[in-house]
């Protein structure tokens, strides 16, 4: 290889390395604010100072979360980038048809979990007063892992039949989000529901289905 060449290379490497601390830290920021306002204390203060309007919480949450989200993916988009593998036909088939996999599989634990409490519809016909406590799902997908919306779309995530630097670093950075995000989530679990929770943590994987409990 000639000097041009290495110094290409290293070019290449140092600008993909830059590339993935500036996705890492965009999406942390993502995250942190994310949960932030998904947190008990930002609820309890969001419902004192909304009072009736409350009910509007989750819905302008949903929205500023995807909007907050676009600035985040734009960069792998915006900054230098190149291709890692792209799957030919007839090997990106397989590849795709894991990705409808995922997305159903976190479709269908959505339409599980509520997909009318998620979105912040059923919120609307509640106060805060008659809404009562949240039911814990432990039967259908949520028998298998604790967090199968975020399986599903981990999996959808890592079989898509192109991958560059970019993709990847933001796809490292949603994985690493989804797993300490549903730590956080775990911690409001069991603050709700104690034992009954910690129990079903204790027998159910988090992440992967396993006849051992893993991420």
Same mark, same amino acid.
């Given at each position: 290889?000639?000097?041009?060449?290495?110094?290409?290379?290293?070019?290449?490497?140092?600008? #993909?390395?830059?590339?993935?601390?500036?996705?890492?830290?965009?999406?942390?920021?993502?995250?942190?604010?994310?949960?932030?306002?998904?947190?008990?204390?930002?609820?309890?203060?969001?419902?004192?100072?909304?009072?009736?309007?409350?009910?509007?919480?989750?819905? #302008?949450?949903?929205?500023?979360?995807?909007?907050? &989200? +676009?600035?985040?993916?734009?960069?792998?988009?915006? +900054?230098?980038?190149?291709?890692?593998?792209?799957?030919?036909?007839?090997?990106?088939?397989?590849?795709?048809?894991?990705? %409808?996999?995922?997305?159903?599989?976190?479709?269908? #634990?959505?339409?599980?979990?509520?997909?009318?409490?998620?979105?912040?519809?059923?919120?609307?016909?509640?106060?805060?007063?008659?809404?009562?406590?949240?039911? %814990?799902?432990?039967?259908?997908?949520?028998?298998? @892992?604790?967090?199968?919306?975020?399986?599903?779309?981990? &999996?959808?995530?890592?079989?898509?039949?192109?991958?560059?630097?970019?993709?990847?670093? &933001?796809? #490292?950075?949603?994985?690493?989000?989804?797993?300490?995000?549903?730590?956080?989530?775990?911690?409001?679990? @069991?603050?709700?529901?104690?034992?009954?929770?910690?129990?079903?943590?204790?027998?159910?994987?988090?992440?992967?289905?396993?006849?051992?409990?893993?991420?």
């Amino acid at each position: 290889m000639t000097t041009n060449g290495v110094e290409s290379e290293l070019m290449n490497t140092m600008q #993909a390395i830059l590339n993935l601390i500036l996705i890492l830290l965009a999406t942390a920021i993502y995250g942190l604010v994310h949960s932030l306002l998904a947190s008990s204390g930002a609820k309890k203060l969001a419902a004192a100072w909304m009072g009736p309007a409350y009910n509007w919480y989750r819905i #302008a949450y949903n929205i500023f979360a995807f909007i907050s &989200l +676009l600035p985040v993916l734009a960069l792998a988009v915006i +900054l230098p980038d190149s291709v890692i593998y792209n799957a030919p036909f007839p090997w990106d088939i397989p590849l795709v048809l894991l990705q %409808l996999i995922g997305a159903s599989f976190s479709f269908a #634990a959505s339409m599980q979990t509520g997909l009318g409490t998620l979105s912040g519809i059923t919120q609307l016909t509640h106060t805060p007063s008659t809404a009562g406590k949240d039911r %814990l799902v432990t039967d259908g997908f949520y028998r298998y @892992v604790r967090h199968p919306i975020y399986t599903g779309a981990i &999996l959808f995530l890592w079989t898509s039949p192109q991958l560059t630097f970019n993709a990847m670093a &933001l796809k #490292a950075a949603f994985t690493l989000y989804f797993i300490i995000g549903g730590m956080v989530e775990e911690m409001k679990l @069991v603050a709700e529901f104690g034992d009954v929770y910690r129990a079903y943590r204790m027998k159910t994987p988090m992440l992967i289905p396993w006849p051992k409990k893993s991420i």
